[in-house]
T-cell receptor
Framework: EAGVAQSPRYKIIEKRQSVAFWCNPI?????LYWYQQILGQGPKLLIQ????????DSQLPKDRFSAERLKGVDSTLKIQPAKLEDSAVYLC?????????????FGQGTRLTVV | GIQVEQSPPDLILQEGANSTLRCNFS?????LQWFHQNPWGQLINLFY???GTKQNGRLSATTVATERYSLLYISSSQTTDSGVYFC????????????FGKGTKLSVKP
């Protein structure tokens, strides 16, 4: 069974530029998560989708971050404009459901460096 | 929201030693996962354990949900066990998602 796929693996951009990350969850998983992991810390949830609807985006900095999950499968996370403090690893995860059978599986992440 | 505390923050072991990592959480949870983050940053699923005890090779985990803690046991540690171990409880409900602690950084020396 294929795991969660993310791209790109690495990205370096200048501050104020824009960037987008892509995630393809495990087939059949209805719930998709984006987490941000700053160096030395545990991952923090940015946004949770159930199919193509947003369940929780309370910690998403909406003035610069946006995310969508078209057709309830793939998802894209965008940052515009980027700030230095956005340097982090962005992790995508999926689970079969958000309420039952909630075991989450993570992709390899995208390491973003903002200079 | 739920608070997650992991201890110890850092652990250095000699190869072959055993260790116990602890995770305390401040509220009731529907489930809990343990992960190993390898040096390349990949989060690897170790256990999905809302309660009780599970074993997988040299690793085992116990969650006592009523007392709000979970333990991860590593026996006969190997250098490949090095990395950061995260506990992540899920409070459940309509917004079930994982809340991560700060992790325990494990270094196993040959």
């Amino acid at each position: 069974e294929a795991g969660v796929a993310q791209s790109p693996r690495y990205k370096i951009i200048e501050k104020r530029q824009s960037v987008a990350f892509w995630c393809n969850p495990i087939s059949g998983h209805a719930t998709l998560y984006w987490y941000q992991q700053i160096l030395g810390q545990g991952p923090k949830l940015l946004i949770q989708f159930q199919n193509n609807g947003v369940v929780d985006d309370s910690q998403l900095p909406k003035d610069r971050f946006s995310a969508e999950r078209l057709k309830g499968v793939d998802s894209t996370l965008k940052i515009q404009p980027a700030k230095l403090e956005d340097s982090a690893v962005y992790l995508c995860a999926s689970s079969f459901s958000g309420t039952v059978n909630t075991e989450a599986f993570f992709g390899q992440g995208t390491r973003l460096t903002v200079v | 929201g739920i608070q997650v505390e992991q201890s110890p923050p850092d652990l250095i072991l000699q190869e072959g030693a055993n260790s116990t990592l602890r995770c305390n959480f401040s509220d009731s949870v529907n489930n809990l996962q343990w992960f190993h983050q390898n040096p390349w940053g990949q989060l690897i699923n170790l256990f999905y354990i809302p309660s009780g005890t599970k074993q997988n090779g040299r690793l085992s985990a116990t969650t006592v949900a009523t007392e709000r803690y979970s333990l991860l046991y590593i026996s006969s540690s190997q250098t490949t066990d090095s990395g950061v171990y995260f506990c992540a409880p899920n409070p459940g409900g309509s917004q079930g998602n994982l809340i991560f602690g700060k992790g325990t950084k494990l270094s196993v020396k040959p």
